[in-house]
């Protein structure tokens, strides 16, 4: 079923640059490089703030969200025991920084039309589709077959067991699959 | 079989479609979250912090025979006096707890203008000059310790002075809470300059004002580089420092009491914004006043303000970023903007550093959670008694002499939900704010300034007779 993510998963997870080693940089930036701290940020930053968006739905949440999670980041980065699975740790902040802001308001019902580039009817249609998921599903979705977790990976992130991503997920698709169909 | 493959196939397009429909943040953006992300200090790497036996036997020989050298020397052994593991807030008077493994030397007198408190922890021993000198009739810089401060050394001086008897010098100190935080520090080499050239030290300055007095701390790591490690380190001791020289008074309850219930329920988000605080002016050349600004709304693009309506209330020297003023919003109480900002807005329009301040991260409405705490003062938002009109494109600013401290009340209608977040030195909201309104009043209850915003960029501003444009 998850094929088309599968095949995504590369293109995804591998910075433009072919020359790019986010292995290396992240190390260099546990070192104390301001440099490459940065280029991971540039690197990662835009596909963390669209997840926060996904998840929370509106614009100043995420973009808070977004400096939390890197401000986290960078203090925590000394203590990342393996720099190839930086990008799982990056998301697993943003997950806890995304669960605590949603915690801490009253839902929006608003539609927020400066988040989406486009407002043509079939986007609008995904839009409120995925935002008509439960959290977990939304973060489940997202994490597995946009930012490319594995299913260990997303189960961590979350603090959820993988027979529950496993559900989730599941879930999540023949949601959507009813709903835009 | 094809059938749900397609159906595979149309939820994954959807989710594509949905992901490069959101809008993203631009590289200048990225590069402004890493910057404000890099502001934070770095925490402890994976690896585990050196103590150990056979350092702190060596330590604990060395406080011996500095004991015996120094108790005729005018200084007390910190240790000696101090119970070492206890809490810095358990202790009193002024000076250090030592921190397992540190020795302290301290002078132990009444603060003075004349005759600062002098305390130093080091993470080793003190050289023995330092020692036999004593620190009461030294330049209070342990200068042959630190001469040969190994790469994991650490040195931190303490000077302590009586708040409120230097008038503009007490600028330099911002009030601060303990335990001070290391990372408050600037690097610090005026002076003098370096203490040693040739290998040179990481020097750190932090001044504080606490407990009624002004403290000044000078950290030195033994290498310009320190390590998260020993940062953390230089932290533990700090977290020791004692700042406790008011005796026990007999008003003790007008301190203690009425306590505010022990809530843990947070402010639940609104859309209307309403705090009222009592906020510590800041005294500048022998004065204290406050200096209320605004201007309307110019440069509207679509739905965003290149220059949103803002008002905002300062109070102290205007800052430059320097050591004593970190950034240069920090002698601001309020401010608030109206409308939608743009990414470009910024809050400070003058000088190279005005791109630091982006209004979208700084917040939309912000109160200095430093200065301020919240009151149940009443006040009525309104601009009776007060003279004033709608604000042109160019900021205007009027001053007014007040006392120690005023009453702030800010109302602000915004966007969506929100709720006020820590940032910096402020409590703040980056959601858009639709209408806004601040009042200033003493708090004899004389009202000082009255201004209003509007997302439709029009803004006013109302001050008292008193005031006068700067």
């Known amino acids: 079923m998850p094929l088309h993510g599968q095949l995504n998963r590369e293109r995804v997870r591998t910075p433009s640059s072919p020359e790019y080693d986010e292995a290396e940089t992240v190390r260099r930036a546990q070192l104390g490089s301001s440099t490459a701290f940065d280029q991971l940020v540039r690197s990662r930053g835009s596909e963390l703030y669209r997840y926060l968006v996904v998840r929370l739905r509106n614009e100043s949440d995420a973009r808070d969200a977004l400096q939390e999670t890197m401000t986290a980041a960078w203090k925590a980065l000394p203590g990342l025991r393996q720099p190839a699975s930086f990008w799982p740790w990056l998301v697993s902040i943003a997950a806890r920084k995304a669960i605590a802001i949603a915690h801490a308001r009253i839902p929006v019902d608003e539609r927020d039309l400066d988040l989406l580039v486009r407002t043509d009817e079939s986007l609008l249609e995904v839009w409120d589709a995925v935002g008509r998921l439960p959290p977990i599903q939304r973060d489940v979705l997202i994490l597995r077959y946009r930012l490319q977790l594995s299913e260990r990976e997303t189960a961590e992130a979350l603090g959820v067991r993988v027979s529950t991503v496993k559900a989730r997920s599941y879930e999540a698709r023949q949601a959507l699959k009813e709903q835009l169909t | ?378 006040v009525t938002l309104s601009p009776r008694g007060l003279q004033g009109g709608a604000l042109g494109p160019f900021e205007d600013s009027f001053s007014c002499a007040t006392s120690r401290r005023v009453v702030v009340r800010v109302r602000a209608v915004v966007a969506s939900a929100a709720v006020l977040r820590s940032f910096r030195a402020f409590a703040r909201t980056t959601v858009p704010i639709q209408e806004g309104e601040l009042v200033v009043q003493t708090e004899a209850g004389k009202r000082l300034v009255y201004a209003e915003v509007l997302d439709s960029g029009r803004a006013r501003l109302f001050t008292a007779g008193s005031c006068f444009p700067s």
């Open chain 2, 1 to 378: 079989m094809n059938r749900e493959n397609d159906d595979d196939r149309r939820v994954d397009d959807a989710l594509d479609s949905l992901w490069y429909g959101l809008s993203a943040p631009s590289e200048v953006e990225l590069q402004r979250i890493a910057d404000a992300a890099k502001v934070e200090p770095r925490s402890l790497p994976a690896q585990r912090v050196e103590r150990g036996g056979p350092r702190l036997a060596w330590a604990i020989a060395i406080a011996g025979i500095a004991l015996l050298v120094g108790s005729g020397l005018g200084f007390g052994l910190g240790s000696s006096v101090t119970p070492s593991g206890t809490a810095a807030g358990t202790g009193v008077g002024l000076g250090f707890l030592p921190a397992p493994g540190w020795d302290v030397l301290q002078t132990g007198a009444e603060a003075t203008q004349e005759r600062p408190v002098i305390a130093i922890a080091a993470n080793g021993a003190f050289a023995p000059e330092d020692t036999a000198r004593g620190i009461r009739n030294s330049s209070g810089l342990p200068y042959s310790t630190l001469m040969a401060l190994p790469q994991k050394g650490i040195v931190i001086v303490a000077r302590f002075t009586i708040s409120g008897q230097e008038l503009a010098a007490s600028q330099l100190y911002p009030t601060r809470s303990l335990p001070l935080r290391l990372r408050d520090a600037s690097p610090y080499t005026a002076f003098p300059v370096q203490v040693r050239p040739e290998r040179p030290l990481g020097q750190y300055l932090l001044r504080a004002t606490a407990n009624g007095q002004n403290v000044e701390l000078q950290i030195y790591f033994g290498t310009s580089r320190p390590s998260p490690a020993l940062i953390e380190s230089a932290q533990r001791q700090i977290d020791r420092l004692v700042i406790s020289s008011r005796k026990p008074s007999a008003t003790v309850n007008s301190r203690a009491l009425p306590l505010q219930p022990a809530s843990v329920r947070a402010t639940p988000p609104s859309r209307v914004l309403d705090r009222t605080l009592v906020c510590a002016t800041a005294l500048f050349a022998g004065a204290r006043d406050i200096e209320a600004k605004g201007h309307r709304g110019t440069g509207r693009s679509g739905g965003t303000w290149l220059r949103p309506a803002l008002a905002s209330v300062t109070s102290g020297p205007s800052a430059n970023g320097g050591p004593q003023n970190p950034t240069i919003l920090d002698n601001s109480l309020v401010w608030m903007t109206a409308g939608r900002p743009s990414a470009a807005s910024t809050l400070v329009e003058e000088g190279l550093l005005s791109d630091l301040y982006r209004t979208h991260i700084w917040g939309t409405l912000a109160v200095n959670a430093q200065r301020c705490r919240l009151t149940k003062a009443r």
